[in-house]
């Protein structure tokens, strides 16, 4: 029987099966079945020419196709190792924009659109999903992909404040799931070397880290002007895209990309960044199961009514274990864009597309940085999907993701309390004030809750 028409009759079966199938067409591409069908079973159709075969792909849906969405998309449909079976998102253009091109992509219409990730993640023969979704939606999707058993890759910043982020790591954790966060500088050379340099000491003892992020407003949408209030377009199920938010009127400037702009929704330039270069900060100092113990901060805000309320021009100053300093400042040009650690014996400083080193010697390919190697990644969607096959922890597992966040956050509520706030990073909670400790979570719009 040829391999296509197993593949068919197999796919009737229960999608519990799905796990007996592979093994069953694993089987078949192994070297002793081969002998036993030696004039019916093409090599290609069983992926022996560096492609996976169908049957041993990684089942895949992208939850919220917008601006990340799509890029993932992109992404994963370069990856022989995934198949993509579904597309998720409350806004229709955005839906039909993602399933097009996945389709077209395999020369079929078998990609499934969803507006309900509940529903999606009720399929059996699902294995994984990537989030992006605006934070203030990733504490729901992602809990509940975890419970649904699925294998998780979802964006920076964890979550949109530190209890849904917790809850997040508790679930992935009690399902046993595969978690990779969409730090992905992690997975590229420079900022690889960079941290490589920094543990193995080349710059000294560092006393000082700068992490240089953006200030303002970006006007992703150009809706500056589109504060108007006005019905929602039909093509967007715009009450489901509020969710655990607040009830509010609809207008452009709150919704897609600028949504980050507002505080129920997202964190403005420092959560929207923390988890890039606050997030390399960390992988150098070997702090990801580490935190600051105080964290003070001073900001620029627009009026707080306004609908994009978050800080303008920021400058976060956290205290850390073995007396280092981290400043992360948006809107001070004395502090460069990215990561700079600053030691004893010198600097180091990365940032996309650049690295910098007081000694240019450390810069050279053939520089012995030392013993310790931070690990090479085939690209931060492959290294995902390789840990979903082989249950290794990926680079940024959910428990780091939320460790890189934790000072934004934290900077955020010194801002907002206007004082310097005491962390107890291995009991991760505030201490002795109840003000900011309220800060930590947000009540979500009934009925939306955890679970
Ligand atoms: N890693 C990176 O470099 C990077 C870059 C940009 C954005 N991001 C992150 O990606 C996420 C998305 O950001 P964006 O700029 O793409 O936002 P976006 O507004 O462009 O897209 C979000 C999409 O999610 C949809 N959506 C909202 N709630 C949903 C839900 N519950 N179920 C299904 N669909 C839902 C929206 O309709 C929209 O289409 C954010 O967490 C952001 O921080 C990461």
């Keep these: 029987m040829e391999v296509a028409a197993l593949e068919t009759r197999c796919d009737m079966i229960d999608s519990s099966l799905m796990s007996h199938r592979r093994k069953f067409l694993q089987s078949l591409a192994a070297p002793a079945a081969a002998a036993a069908f030696p004039t019916i079973v093409k090599a290609s159709a069983l992926g022996l020419e560096g492609a996976v075969p169908p049957s041993d792909r990684i089942t895949l849906a992208t939850v919220g196709v917008g601006w990340m969405g799509g890029g993932h998309v992109d992404e994963f449909l370069k990856l022989p190792a995934a198949q993509y079976i579904a597309v998720c998102d409350f806004d229709e253009t955005h839906l039909t924009q993602a399933k097009s091109k996945i389709d077209l992509k395999y020369g079929n219409q078998s990609c499934a659109a ?21 934070d203030h939606w990733h504490g729901m999707v992602a809990t509940a992909a975890a419970r649904a058993g699925k294998d998780i890759y979802c964006e920076k910043p964890l979550a949109h404040n530190f209890a849904e982020g917790q809850a997040m790591v ?23 070397r960079g941290c490589e340099l920094v543990r193995n000491g080349v710059a000294g003892r560092i006393h000082t880290v700068e992490v240089g992020l953006p200030a303002g407003h970006t006007d992703f949408a150009k809706t500056a002007l589109q504060t108007e209030v006005t019905a929602p377009p039909p093509t967007l199920l715009y009450d489901r895209w509020l969710g655990p938010a607040p009830e509010a009127p609809y207008c452009p400037a709150r919704v897609h990309k600028n949504w980050r702009w507002n505080y129920w929704y997202g964190g403005g330039q420092l959560m929207d960044w923390v988890g890039h270069h606050v997030d390399i900060a960390h992988w150098g ?26 800080a303008t021009r920021y400058k976060i100053t956290c205290k850390y274990p073995r007396d280092i300093t981290m400043i992360i400042a948006g809107g001070y040009p004395e502090i460069r864009s990215g ?33 310790v190697h931070l690990p090479k990644s085939p690209g931060h969607y492959a290294q995902f999907l390789e840990c979903v096959k082989s249950r290794q922890k990926t680079l940024t597992p959910s428990e780091v993701a939320l460790h890189s966040a934790t000072p934004g956050w934290l900077g955020n509520i010194a801002m907002f309390v206007g004082r310097k706030i005491r962390w107890d990073a291995g009991a991760m909670h505030i201490l002795d004030d109840a003000e900011a400790s309220k800060l930590l979570r947000r009540d979500m719009r009934a009925p939306y809750q955890l679970g």
């Design 339 to 371: 990561t700079k650690w600053i030691g004893s014996n010198g600097w180091i400083w990365v940032d996309r597309g650049k690295f910098e080193t007081s000694n240019p010697e450390w810069l050279k390919p053939e520089f012995d940085a030392g013993p």
């Design 114 to 134: 969803y507006h309900a990730f509940e529903e999606l993640f009720s399929r059996r023969d699902l294995d994984a999903v990537s989030i992006a979704v605006p």
């Design 170 to 192: 508790m679930e992935a954790h009690r399902h046993n799931r595969i978690w990779q966060t969409g730090s992905w500088q992690r997975s590229v050379e420079n900022f690889r």
């Design 285 to 310: 100092l070997d702090f990801d199961n580490s935190g600051p113990s105080e964290v003070e901060g001073s900001g620029d805000f627009p009026p707080r009514d306004a609908l994009w309320n978050t």
